[in-house]
């Protein structure tokens, strides 16, 4: 198939089975029946996640700049109709990723601030 083909969301929702794994991400339709028992997630989380718009579910986990280039390899086209953004180079979902890692920083910050303010105000 061509990475350049059009599918409509009807059309990806039939591809949800063990055998038959399509999911969407970023507006790309990607065929990852092959790649199920790859997955370091495992296989269940990719079949949760088949025949349907997964972009939510895969920017929730941190996803490395590297697997963003594998999905690629499983990309057989577009769905018809989307104008949203492109799958960014590198992830910013979950508390892993992005904006997530400041947190293991500001929480103990924070602690200290409140340890210190109690000490001197109690």
Partial sequence: MA??????????????KE???WMVLY???YNVTQFKD???GGPEIMLDNSGQDATEAFEEVFHSETARKQVTEYC????????????????????AGGGGGNMVFLIPVVLIILGLLYKNFA
Avoid: C, Q, R
């Avoid at 990475?3 to 949800?16: Q, T």
């Avoid at 057989?76 to 508390?95: D, K, L, W």
């Fill in 3 to 16: 990475a350049n083909k059009m599918y409509s969301m009807e059309e990806i929702k039939l591809h949800n």
């Fill in 19 to 21: 055998d038959d794994m």
């Fill in 27 to 29: 507006g790309k339709v």
């Fill in 38 to 40: 790859d997955h370091p």
């Fill in 76 to 95: 057989i086209g577009s769905v018809e109709g989307y104008t949203g953004p492109e799958m960014p180079a590198s992830g910013g979902g979950g508390a």
